[in-house]
């Protein structure tokens, strides 16, 4: 059975950081390339980053780059995100997903963890 499991949301003021986590089980993760995106009440889908299976190239949405950083450890099964400079306009509820690949979409995902920024 897939598995994605995010961790590591919380309340931050803005200018802090959080690492989320984003634990996979289920499939061989290396070939799969996995990604984040959130969702804020009211507002469309967001993508957020993403990174590849094979080369490791990273992905980011121009809202979150230079700030959030994108990471994997397949030997943990994990990928992490970095935000730092966070907003109160990232607050949000953040998924993982599993892509075939960056460009793709995604066909499993977890069950989200929320990010709440303060002003």
């Known amino acids: 059975e897939v598995q994605l499991v995010e961790s590591g949301g919380g309340l931050v003021q803005a200018g802090g950081s959080l690492r989320l986590s984003c634990a996979a089980s289920g499939f061989t993760f290396d070939d799969y390339a996995i990604g984040w995106f959130r969702q804020a009440p009211g507002k469309e889908r967001e993508g957020v980053s993403c990174i590849s299976s094979s080369d490791g190239s990273k992905y980011y949405a121009d809202s979150v780059k230079g700030r959030f950083t994108i990471s994997r450890d397949n030997a943990k099964n994990t990928v992490y995100l970095r935000m730092n400079s966070l907003k109160p306009e990232d607050t949000a509820v953040y998924y993982c997903?599993?892509?075939?690949?960056?460009?793709?979409?995604?066909?499993?995902w977890g069950q989200g963890t929320q990010v709440t920024v303060s002003s």
């Open positions: 997903g599993r892509y075939s690949d960056c460009e793709g979409w995604y066909d499993y």
